[in-house]
Nanobody, 121 residues
Framework: QVQLVESGGGLVQPGGSLRLSCAASGSVFSINAMEWYRQAPGKQRELVAAITIGGSTNYADSVKGRFTISRDNAKRTVYLQMNSLKPEDTAVYYC???????????????WGQGTQVTVSS
């Protein structure tokens, strides 16, 4: 039983900022990779940012220099700081975590419910 709850989405003007949060709860032993995806209407879901347990990060070219992913292992939470937002960033944002529910070799992937980000003047 693992649940991922997202928060922080909303409506902002171009050039504005938002910070998304995603917290895991339930039978969590540890968490490996944490990731953020987004999906706009009529488009495929795309990977926005990822962070490993060691802190290595990876970003989509479209958000490099503007978005920052971070994690707090004690709080079982991943964040996405979004600056200099553009209308093209409008989408539903989903978090995904690779979660170990016990000390086994393999983890299982869990998804958040999604949070709407709208960038419009």
């Amino acid at each position: 039983q693992v649940q991922l709850v997202e928060s922080g989405g909303g409506l902002v003007q171009p050039g504005g900022s938002l910070r998304l949060s995603c917290a895991a709860s339930g039978s969590v032993f540890s968490i490996n990779a944490m990731e953020w995806y987004r999906q706009a209407p009529g488009k495929q879901r795309e990977l926005v940012a990822a962070i490993t347990i060691g802190g290595s990060t990876n970003y989509a070219d479209s958000v490099k220099g503007r978005f920052t992913i971070s994690r707090d292992n004690a709080k079982r939470t991943v964040y996405l700081q979004m600056n200099s937002l553009k209308p093209e960033d409008t989408a539903v944002y989903y978090c995904k975590m690779a979660v170990f529910t016990r000390p086994t070799v393999r983890s299982n992937d869990y998804w958040g419910q999604g949070t709407q980000v709208t960038v419009s003047s």
